[in-house]
Protein backbone atom coordinates (compact mmCIF):
# COMPACT_ATOMS: atom_id res chain seq x y z
CA UNK A 1 0.00 0.00 0.00
CA UNK A 2 1.12 3.66 -0.16
CA UNK A 3 3.12 4.69 2.62
CA UNK A 4 5.57 7.95 3.65
CA UNK A 5 8.86 7.31 4.99
CA UNK A 6 10.59 10.48 6.53
CA UNK A 7 13.95 10.86 8.11
CA UNK A 8 14.22 9.79 11.92
CA UNK A 9 15.03 12.88 14.48
CA UNK A 10 14.94 14.62 16.69
CA UNK A 11 17.62 16.93 14.87
CA UNK A 12 19.14 20.00 16.73
CA UNK A 13 20.03 22.81 15.17
CA UNK A 14 21.66 26.18 15.39
CA UNK A 15 19.45 29.74 14.82
CA UNK A 16 20.01 30.78 10.98
CA UNK A 17 21.72 27.02 10.28
CA UNK A 18 20.33 25.66 7.36
CA UNK A 19 17.55 22.56 7.43
CA UNK A 20 16.75 19.21 5.42
CA UNK A 21 14.12 16.74 6.55
CA UNK A 22 13.70 13.36 4.15
CA UNK A 23 11.06 12.19 2.75
CA UNK A 24 10.53 9.78 0.37
CA UNK A 25 7.11 7.75 -0.62
CA UNK A 26 6.02 4.68 -1.78
CA UNK A 27 2.61 5.20 -4.21
CA UNK A 28 0.69 3.43 -6.77
CA UNK A 29 -0.90 6.48 -8.86
CA UNK A 30 -0.16 10.71 -8.47
CA UNK A 31 -1.12 11.33 -4.75
CA UNK A 32 -0.44 15.08 -3.44
CA UNK A 33 2.33 15.54 -0.89
CA UNK A 34 1.91 17.36 2.14
CA UNK A 35 4.25 18.62 5.17
CA UNK A 36 2.45 19.17 8.21
CA UNK A 37 3.70 20.90 11.67
CA UNK A 38 2.89 20.41 15.04
CA UNK A 39 3.66 22.67 17.42
CA UNK A 40 4.08 22.14 21.40
CA UNK A 41 0.53 21.57 22.91
CA UNK A 42 -1.63 21.96 19.35
CA UNK A 43 -2.72 20.37 16.72
CA UNK A 44 -1.37 19.47 13.54
CA UNK A 45 -1.05 22.68 10.59
CA UNK A 46 -0.86 22.19 6.94
CA UNK A 47 2.64 23.89 6.59
CA UNK A 48 3.05 23.55 2.61
CA UNK A 49 1.45 21.04 -0.33
CA UNK A 50 2.33 19.84 -3.35
CA UNK A 51 -0.79 17.89 -6.06
CA UNK A 52 1.44 17.12 -8.94
CA UNK A 53 5.28 16.05 -9.95
CA UNK A 54 8.14 19.34 -10.32
CA UNK A 55 5.44 21.27 -7.66
CA UNK A 56 7.13 23.35 -5.25
CA UNK A 57 5.04 24.12 -2.18
CA UNK A 58 5.96 26.53 0.10
CA UNK A 59 5.31 28.48 2.88
CA UNK A 60 7.10 30.61 5.81
CA UNK A 61 10.72 30.46 4.50
CA UNK A 62 10.26 26.50 3.90
CA UNK A 63 10.13 24.54 0.44
CA UNK A 64 9.53 20.89 -0.81
CA UNK A 65 9.59 20.00 -4.16
CA UNK A 66 7.28 16.88 -5.61
CA UNK A 67 10.21 14.72 -7.79
CA UNK A 68 8.47 11.86 -8.89
CA UNK A 69 11.89 10.57 -9.92
CA UNK A 70 13.27 10.27 -6.85
CA UNK A 71 9.62 9.76 -5.34
CA UNK A 72 10.80 12.25 -2.57
CA UNK A 73 9.63 15.20 -0.80
CA UNK A 74 12.21 16.75 1.20
CA UNK A 75 11.67 19.72 3.23
CA UNK A 76 14.26 22.68 3.37
CA UNK A 77 14.55 25.96 4.79
CA UNK A 78 17.46 28.21 4.22
CA UNK A 79 17.61 29.62 8.05
CA UNK A 80 16.05 28.25 10.70
CA UNK A 81 14.53 30.30 14.06
CA UNK A 82 14.27 29.29 17.57
CA UNK A 83 10.03 29.60 16.66
CA UNK A 84 10.49 26.65 14.17
CA UNK A 85 11.21 24.09 16.56
CA UNK A 86 8.42 21.58 16.53
CA UNK A 87 7.60 17.93 15.03
CA UNK A 88 7.36 18.19 11.18
CA UNK A 89 5.09 15.34 9.45
CA UNK A 90 5.33 14.29 5.52
CA UNK A 91 2.14 12.67 4.77
CA UNK A 92 0.63 11.79 1.19
CA UNK A 93 -2.98 11.94 0.21
CA UNK A 94 -4.90 9.24 -1.96
CA UNK A 95 -7.84 8.37 -0.60
CA UNK A 96 -6.64 8.99 2.49
CA UNK A 97 -3.94 10.73 4.47
CA UNK A 98 -0.80 8.85 5.31
CA UNK A 99 1.47 10.33 7.82
CA UNK A 100 5.07 9.55 8.44
CA UNK A 101 6.38 8.89 11.65
CA UNK A 102 7.48 12.75 12.70
CA UNK A 103 10.32 14.34 12.85
CA UNK A 104 11.37 16.41 15.58
CA UNK A 105 13.25 19.87 15.61
CA UNK A 106 14.75 21.96 17.92
CA UNK A 107 16.45 25.06 17.31
CA UNK A 108 18.72 26.91 19.81
CA UNK A 109 19.73 30.23 19.73
CA UNK B 1 -12.81 31.78 12.40
CA UNK B 2 -12.86 29.28 15.56
CA UNK B 3 -10.83 25.75 14.40
CA UNK B 4 -11.73 22.37 15.48
CA UNK B 5 -12.46 21.86 19.09
CA UNK B 6 -12.31 18.81 20.82
CA UNK B 7 -12.62 17.97 24.67
CA UNK B 8 -11.61 16.91 26.89
CA UNK B 9 -8.12 17.96 26.43
CA UNK B 10 -6.33 15.39 28.39
CA UNK B 11 -8.60 12.69 30.11
CA UNK B 12 -6.83 9.57 32.55
CA UNK B 13 -9.03 6.46 33.63
CA UNK B 14 -8.52 3.17 34.86
CA UNK B 15 -8.32 0.34 32.12
CA UNK B 16 -11.58 -1.40 31.67
CA UNK B 17 -13.46 2.19 32.47
CA UNK B 18 -15.26 3.67 29.18
CA UNK B 19 -14.27 7.15 28.13
CA UNK B 20 -15.56 9.12 25.53
CA UNK B 21 -13.96 12.46 23.50
CA UNK B 22 -15.79 14.98 21.72
CA UNK B 23 -15.20 16.87 18.38
CA UNK B 24 -16.82 20.15 16.57
CA UNK B 25 -15.24 20.94 13.29
CA UNK B 26 -14.97 23.54 11.46
CA UNK B 27 -18.44 25.50 10.52
CA UNK B 28 -19.17 24.48 7.24
CA UNK B 29 -16.64 21.17 7.06
CA UNK B 30 -18.71 17.88 5.91
CA UNK B 31 -15.68 16.03 6.00
CA UNK B 32 -14.78 14.90 9.77
CA UNK B 33 -11.83 12.43 10.52
CA UNK B 34 -10.88 10.79 14.15
CA UNK B 35 -7.16 9.73 13.97
CA UNK B 36 -4.63 7.94 16.71
CA UNK B 37 -1.56 8.95 17.08
CA UNK B 38 0.87 6.80 19.20
CA UNK B 39 3.74 8.23 21.07
CA UNK B 40 6.68 9.29 18.43
CA UNK B 41 4.21 7.94 15.26
CA UNK B 42 2.37 9.78 12.58
CA UNK B 43 -1.70 9.91 13.15
CA UNK B 44 -3.67 7.15 11.65
CA UNK B 45 -6.67 7.08 10.37
CA UNK B 46 -9.86 5.44 12.68
CA UNK B 47 -12.81 6.81 10.95
CA UNK B 48 -13.82 9.02 8.32
CA UNK B 49 -17.26 10.66 7.85
CA UNK B 50 -19.24 12.46 5.31
CA UNK B 51 -21.67 14.10 6.77
CA UNK B 52 -23.28 11.88 8.84
CA UNK B 53 -22.17 8.50 7.06
CA UNK B 54 -19.24 6.73 8.08
CA UNK B 55 -17.74 6.39 4.55
CA UNK B 56 -14.34 4.41 5.69
CA UNK B 57 -14.09 2.67 9.16
CA UNK B 58 -12.04 -0.58 8.48
CA UNK B 59 -9.19 0.89 10.77
CA UNK B 60 -11.52 1.12 13.60
CA UNK B 61 -11.15 -1.57 16.39
CA UNK B 62 -14.86 -2.45 16.52
CA UNK B 63 -15.44 -4.91 19.23
CA UNK B 64 -14.38 -2.02 21.31
CA UNK B 65 -14.74 1.49 19.80
CA UNK B 66 -17.63 3.61 18.72
CA UNK B 67 -18.25 6.68 16.81
CA UNK B 68 -21.34 8.89 15.90
CA UNK B 69 -21.75 11.88 14.00
CA UNK B 70 -25.46 12.87 14.32
CA UNK B 71 -26.74 15.45 12.26
CA UNK B 72 -23.72 15.71 10.24
CA UNK B 73 -22.11 18.07 12.83
CA UNK B 74 -20.07 17.34 15.94
CA UNK B 75 -18.96 14.27 16.61
CA UNK B 76 -18.20 11.39 19.57
CA UNK B 77 -15.62 8.47 19.99
CA UNK B 78 -15.96 6.26 22.20
CA UNK B 79 -14.34 3.63 24.02
CA UNK B 80 -15.66 0.69 25.94
CA UNK B 81 -13.57 -0.77 27.71
CA UNK B 82 -10.66 1.10 28.01
CA UNK B 83 -7.07 -1.19 27.67
CA UNK B 84 -3.59 0.00 28.26
CA UNK B 85 -2.73 -0.19 24.65
CA UNK B 86 -5.06 2.59 23.93
CA UNK B 87 -3.00 5.72 25.75
CA UNK B 88 -2.16 7.50 23.24
CA UNK B 89 -3.71 11.32 21.30
CA UNK B 90 -6.45 10.95 19.40
CA UNK B 91 -6.92 13.58 16.98
CA UNK B 92 -10.16 14.93 15.21
CA UNK B 93 -9.98 16.79 11.55
CA UNK B 94 -12.17 18.27 9.51
CA UNK B 95 -12.43 19.01 5.54
CA UNK B 96 -14.11 20.97 3.63
CA UNK B 97 -14.38 18.46 0.67
CA UNK B 98 -14.57 14.90 0.12
CA UNK B 99 -11.95 12.86 1.37
CA UNK B 100 -11.71 11.67 -1.89
CA UNK B 101 -10.33 14.98 -3.23
CA UNK B 102 -6.19 14.99 -3.79
CA UNK B 103 -6.61 18.83 -2.80
CA UNK B 104 -8.28 18.35 0.17
CA UNK B 105 -6.97 20.36 3.35
CA UNK B 106 -7.48 18.70 6.63
CA UNK B 107 -7.58 20.95 9.74
CA UNK B 108 -6.62 19.15 12.80
CA UNK B 109 -7.92 19.81 16.59
CA UNK B 110 -5.44 19.62 19.75
CA UNK B 111 -6.52 16.55 20.00
CA UNK B 112 -7.43 14.47 23.62
CA UNK B 113 -4.46 12.73 25.67
CA UNK B 114 -5.74 9.42 26.69
CA UNK B 115 -4.02 7.87 30.14
CA UNK B 116 -5.11 4.03 30.92
CA UNK B 117 -4.12 3.18 33.70
Known amino acids: GNSVTQMEGPVTLSEEAFLTINCTYTATGYPSLFWYVQYPGEGLQLLLKATKADDKGSNKGFEATYRKETTSFHLEKGSVQVSDSAVYFC????????FGAGTRLTVKP | EAGVVQSPRYKIIEKKQPVAFWCNPISGHNTLYWYLQNLGQGPELLIR????????DSQLPKDRFSAERLKGVDSTLKIQPAELGDSAVYLCASSEFSGLSSYNEQFFGPGTRLTVL
Open chain 2, 49 to 56: YENEEAVD
Open chain 1, 91 to 98: ALSDNDMR
